[in-house]
C-alpha cells in the first residue's frame, strides 16, 4: 500500500506519497511560506491561496504532490 499524507486549506487538499518525493525543493523554493521539511506537519497549506498551490503542486516534478478540489460543504 502507498503511503499518503493530506493536509487541507479548506478548499484544496495537498496529497503527497512520500515514496515518489526525489526531494528536488520546488515545492520549498516556489512556495516556502507553506512547505518546512523540518517542522511536523511540514505542509501548512492554509499559507497561500488554492491557486498559488494549485500551480504549485503542478510543479512538482516526481508526482509526489497531488491535489484535489474540496466539495462545497
Request: charged residues 20%; positive net charge; glycine residues 6%.
Amino acid at each position: 500500500m502507498i503511503k499518503k499524507m493530506e493536509y487541507t486549506n479548506g478548499e484544496v487538499t495537498i496529497i503527497w506519497q512520500p515514496g515518489l518525493c526525489i526531494h528536488s525543493g520546488v515545492c520549498v523554493r516556489t512556495l516556502p511560506n507553506v512547505y518546512h521539511p523540518k517542522e511536523r506537519p511540514w505542509i501548512t497549506p492554509m499559507n497561500a491561496t488554492t491557486d498559488e498551490i494549485i500551480e504549485q503542486v503542478n510543479k512538482c516534478p516526481s508526482g509526489a504532490l497531488t491535489y484535489r478540489l474540496n466539495k462545497e460543504q
